[in-house]
């Protein structure tokens, strides 16, 4: 059996990969021959301690390497099945097989498309696609249908797809690395087309028939439980499938700390596995012909094990549940060779064999939050003396759980609930005992007449109760994220803290000087992040996609210019400006800017609003619209107003007050334009203005129009940019804030040409994602987020 720290060297080796600029050629995987053959060699020699230790070092950092190869070529594998640029946004003819449940939204459903074969000359496709289908509005009175797409049907399809291209944002999520984990090689939408066609309604494969199974529970679960609020929770529990969940009921699951519970968690699969297990050894040792031929206990292990796999696979494979099932899998090859394994052991086992079948999971919060929360119930409770017992210590290990996990849950996410360790005290046990159970068994045909009706009626009440938690003043803990070293600091010190005798009654007795542990997490949050000095200016422009965001500091003020796109089921404000301003340590937005309605500048605003405090709301909107009506702090961007906040000076220069009563079917004609002047540099955001409101700005403002940085009008559309606002705001730099790919051609080409002849350099947000600009020194500096966490995943073009 391989050490522990052999296998620890193997998931860390595969962690390091992910840490990669680029990947390494495979020829490099050669270095590793003369080192095994050492070792070989050393094997039957007679060696000293000293060359004994030197072995098991080498010993080490093979493995350590042999994860880090093992996760190269991998990685090399799964990139090399990739789209070619030139047919990125062109139609292609495919047919293929829906792979796995499809998210239905309003006007859209979401699904991933496995290509069997490629119908369009000359075309490539990769094999594994995500796929939108919108719905087409036929006439005015006629509501937009979709058709009755379904896990295992084969279709066949005129698509557009393009290479996965995520927004790159500090503090947010990376959709190219989730891509890369799923095998998501190409992302776009089915056009509308006659050659669109059903031609089988199930492919006969394993993993369709899984896929399929799961969409059958989930339709009979909405059919048994019609409009009933908790449903898709049911339908959680049983498939998997997070995406059925209603936001607000995943906002309250998320204050309490108890989204765990909406994952088939390790805590699930191992309550089934358990529940089979008890089942199975009770009959088996009432037939002794079946005892002759097999031990009751390697029958129940046996065939819990295979009730854990089943479940697993239903729950789509998710980490936690991997997690469990390598865990179940190793105690039971020990069972079966009647051998004595560690729980530690087993543990690091189920660590080894996670990375081996995903090597890229080490970069899910899952599987952080999963193997610590299991860590720190072994470190708590093996090999104890005088542990407390029944409610006492489960009141214990909820504690320390929520301890340990809080610096990875700050460094993860910016926040933790403060009420999770009563929610979950409460939660686990009613979920585990309680529903889960009757969850599954209404899987059963028929069983879910009875069952599934009782299981939402229970559930209602459990899910008050964590409402009203939710509710509570404070229920969330939100801070800046704390830098790296400090959160090493804080594990190590809540590891000491957590010795023998640390918790409850046993703080003054056993392991001494534990308190020491609470100097070590004071880092978390007295080490205050960055800010500007006064009179320096910062300016973050977000990377959005096909839309503008732009965040201003001062020293003691914060400005958010415009909020992003709406997604359809989220937007750019839940998505990247709030995590943003969380990470940043920024609390409250002194001024928030929607330079006008339209849906890319306006899209994340109720998020932003509903997270974060606004002190002060202005825009070019109209009277009627919502945000007028919901925020009484609303004032209208007028020309030569004029402010200064901390020596930096903020004026509207466009719309003048007079174009509010002018009749205008465009919003983008009264869009607000911002400039910012400090003694560093100065921007100009003229958000999305035209040719007319350029020469308008032209004839009333020439001396105020320079600006050492330029945010491209318009996101570079045709209609703007004239040569003559180009020369006059005479910008160092200019960014345009646009989509990969995106449908309307933005940057025009005629633009950039006219930039370009003036030799300004460019940054675009599609191809350097977010653009970090500091005014400081009497200079400014220029970062970009893809070159600051540049990956070897990383979509370049």
Request: aromatic share 12%.
């Amino acid at each position: 059996m391989l050490a522990r720290n052999k296998l620890l060297a193997f998931v860390l080796g595969t962690g390091l990969l992910q840490l990669q600029a680029e990947l390494l050629s495979l020829q490099w995987l050669w270095i590793l021959l003369p080192a095994g053959l050492c070792i070989g060699l050393w094997r039957h020699s007679n060696e000293s301690t000293a060359l004994i230790r030197l072995k098991q070092i080498i010993l080490w950092f093979i493995f350590l390497a042999l994860g880090f190869f093992w996760a190269t070529w991998y990685a090399h594998w799964r990139l090399a099945d990739s789209l070619p640029i030139e047919w990125e946004r062109k139609d292609i003819q495919v047919i293929g097989v829906i792979a796995n449940l499809p998210q239905r939204h309003t006007h859209a459903v979401r699904f991933k498309f496995d290509i069997e074969h490629i119908l369009t000359e000359g075309a490539y496709v990769p094999k594994h696609v995500s796929l939108s289908w919108y719905a087409h509005q036929q006439s005015a009175i006629v509501t937009p249908t979709l058709p009755d797409l379904k896990a295992g049907q084969r279709w066949q399809l005129t698509v557009r797809v393009k290479q996965p291209h995520g927004s790159a944002n500090p503090h947010g999520s990376d959709y190219e690395a989730w891509a890369l984990e799923h095998n998501i090689r190409a992302t776009g939408y089915v056009r509308s087309s006659t050659f669109n066609k059903l031609l089988q309604s199930i492919v006969h494969h394993p993993k369709y028939w899984i896929e399929h199974l799961r969409e059958t529970i989930q339709q009979r679960f909405e059919e048994r439980l019609p409009n009933s609020p908790y449903v898709g929770i049911l339908q959680t529990l049983a498939t998997g499938d997070q995406s059925v969940i209603a936001r607000d009921q995943w906002e309250t699951l998320t204050r309490t700390g108890t989204v765990h519970l909406m994952a088939i968690s390790g805590l699930h699969v191992t309550l089934v596995s358990g529940l089979v297990f008890t089942l199975i050894l009770a009959l088996w040792r009432r037939n002794t012909y079946l005892l002759l031929h097999l031990p009751a206990r390697k029958a129940a292990i046996t065939g819990g094990l295979l009730v854990a796999l089943g479940y697993v696979l239903l729950s789509g494979f998710a980490i936690p549940a991997q997690r469990a099932f390598w865990m179940l899998f190793a105690v039971a090859v020990a069972a079966w060779r009647e051998r004595m394994i560690s729980p530690v052991t087993v543990l690091l086992w189920a660590l080894f064999l996670v990375v081996l079948w995903d090597p890229w999971a080490t970069q899910s919060a899952s599987f952080w939050l999963s193997f610590g929360a299991i860590a720190v119930i072994l470190w708590i409770t093996v090999n104890r003396l005088n542990t407390v017992q029944g409610w006492k210590q489960w009141f214990r290990i909820q504690w320390a759980i929520t301890l340990a996990l809080m610096p990875l849950l700050l460094g993860l996410f910016q926040q933790f609930s403060l009420v999770s360790p009563f929610a979950n005290l409460i939660a686990i046990p009613f979920m585990s005992l309680v529903i889960i159970p009757l969850t599954l068994l209404s899987t059963i045909p028929l069983l879910d007449q009875i069952l599934l009706p009782l299981a939402h009626t229970v559930l209602s009440f459990g899910m008050m109760l964590i409402q009203w938690l939710s509710e509570a003043p404070n229920a969330v803990w939100q801070q800046h994220m704390p830098p790296l070293w400090a959160i090493f600091v804080a594990i190590a010190g809540i590891i000491w803290m957590l010795l023998p005798g640390s918790i409850g009654l046993y703080w003054f007795s056993g392991f001494p000087a534990r308190w020491l542990g609470l100097i070590a997490v004071l880092p978390l949050f007295v080490t205050a992040p960055s800010k500007p000095r006064d009179g320096e200016l910062w300016l973050t422009v977000l990377d959005v996609g096909q839309g503008l965001s732009v965040v201003v500091r001062t020293a003691n003020h914060n400005l958010l210019f415009d909020t992003g796109p709406n997604f359809g089921e989220a937007d750019s404000g839940n998505r990247i400006i709030v995590p943003y301003l969380r990470g940043e340590g920024i609390h409250q937005l002194d001024a928030l800017v929607v330079s006008h309605a339209d849906s890319d500048h306006s899209g994340g605003v109720l998020s932003v609003i509903k997270a974060i405090n606004v002190k002060a709301v202005a825009s070019s909107l109209e009277a009627a619209h919502q945000l007028q009506q919901q925020f009484p702090k609303h004032t209208r961007c007028s020309s030569e107003t004029i402010w200064e906040w901390d020596n930096v000076q903020f004026e509207w220069l466009h719309p003048s007050i007079t174009a509010y009563s002018k009749a205008t079917g465009k919003t983008n004609d009264r869009s607000c334009v911002l400039k910012i002047t400090s003694s560093h540099g100065s921007v100009l955001l003229p958000s999305d203005i035209g040719f007319k409101e350029e020469y308008a700005l032209l004839n009333h403002f020439p001396e105020k129009l320079p600006a050492t940085v330029l945010i491209a009008p318009h996101h570079g559309s045709n209609s703007s940019s004239s040569t003559a606002f180009i020369r006059t705001v005479n910008p160092k730099l200019t960014i345009f804030p646009v989509g990969y790919q995106n449908r309307y051609g933005h940057p025009h080409p005629d633009v950039l040409m006219r930039y370009l002849n003036e030799n300004i350099p460019l940054f675009r947000s599609d191809t350097h994602g977010a653009i970090l600009i500091r005014f400081t020194d009497s200079h400014y500096t220029v970062d970009h987020w893809r070159a600051l966490r540049k990956r070897y995943w990383h979509h370049i073009h």
